[in-house]
């Protein structure tokens, strides 16, 4: 079945530091992939997608390619800041779209320390 | 305003309750969906409504209940609450499939305590 496995948090950082956060998945075909952000006490918000192999999606200086062969969509940034503590979320739709559900990985928490 | 409410924002229930949690959307979109989000499980899908007379069940389901009222509205019901549905319960809504489509934009949750 489809699956998204991310990699567990806490993740804690001082603020510069560089940020990788690793989500592999198992979907059949080419899923569109996403990573989700939730920050204290809001909802999920949309923070960069791909939809097919070697895209690269990017947004607010985050990063993720889409690596078929690896079957991997890893979250980076260059330099985290305080305000990119939060929640972030894996999550991909798979190819034949079953009902439009998506499907998360369990979330990985990152804190930045000042 | 925000695309996507809900209410309430935060809700405490007794066991065997009636509760409804509440969606509203002014984004003009088909789509809706319910999620709950538990701590290290990520968010799972309850229902999802593709239109008002397009309802389907997502993978859990059971002791819970929808209404698709309205285009832009899309209630949730746990017709007798018991504790282990204690979450954080997010709506979400998106304009179909594929592409730009297919992206989901979220409510701002509701988080629900059954004692």
């Known amino acids: 079945g489809n699956s998204v496995t991310q990699m567990e948090g806490p993740v804690t950082l001082s603020e510069e530091a560089f940020l990788t956060i690793n989500c592999t998945y198992t979907?059949?075909?080419?899923?569109?992939l996403f990573w989700y952000v939730q920050y204290p006490g809001e909802g999920l918000q949309l923070l960069l997608k791909a939809t097919k192999a070697d895209d690269k999606g990017s947004n607010k200086g985050f990063e993720a390619t889409y690596r078929k062969e690896t079957t991997s969509f890893h979250l980076e940034k260059g330099s985290v800041q305080v305000s990119d503590s939060a929640v972030y979320f894996c999550?991909?739709?798979?190819?034949?779209?079953?009902?439009?559900?998506?499907?998360f990985g369990q979330g990985t928490e990152l804190s930045v320390k000042p | 305003d925000a695309d996507v409410t809900q209410t309430p924002r935060n809700r405490i229930t007794k066991t065997g309750k009636r509760i409804m949690l509440e969606c509203s959307q002014t984004k003009g979109h088909d789509r809706m969906y319910w999620y709950r989000q538990d701590p290290g499980l990520g968010l799972r899908l309850i229902y999802y409504?593709?239109?008002?007379?397009?309802?389907n069940k997502g993978e859990i389901s059971d002791g819970y209940s929808v209404s698709r009222q309205a285009q832009a509205k899309f209630s949730l019901s746990l017709e007798s609450a018991i504790p282990n549905q204690t979450a954080l319960y997010f709506c979400?809504?998106?304009?179909?499939?594929?592409?730009?489509?297919?992206?989901?934009?979220f409510g701002p949750g509701t988080r629900l305590l059954v004692l």
């Open positions: 979907a059949t075909g080419y899923p569109s």
């Open positions: 979400a809504t998106s304009l179909g499939s594929g592409g730009n489509e297919e992206t989901q934009y």
């Open positions: 409504s593709f239109d008002v007379k397009d309802i």
């Open positions: 999550a991909l739709i798979p190819v034949y779209n079953q009902g439009g559900k998506l499907i």
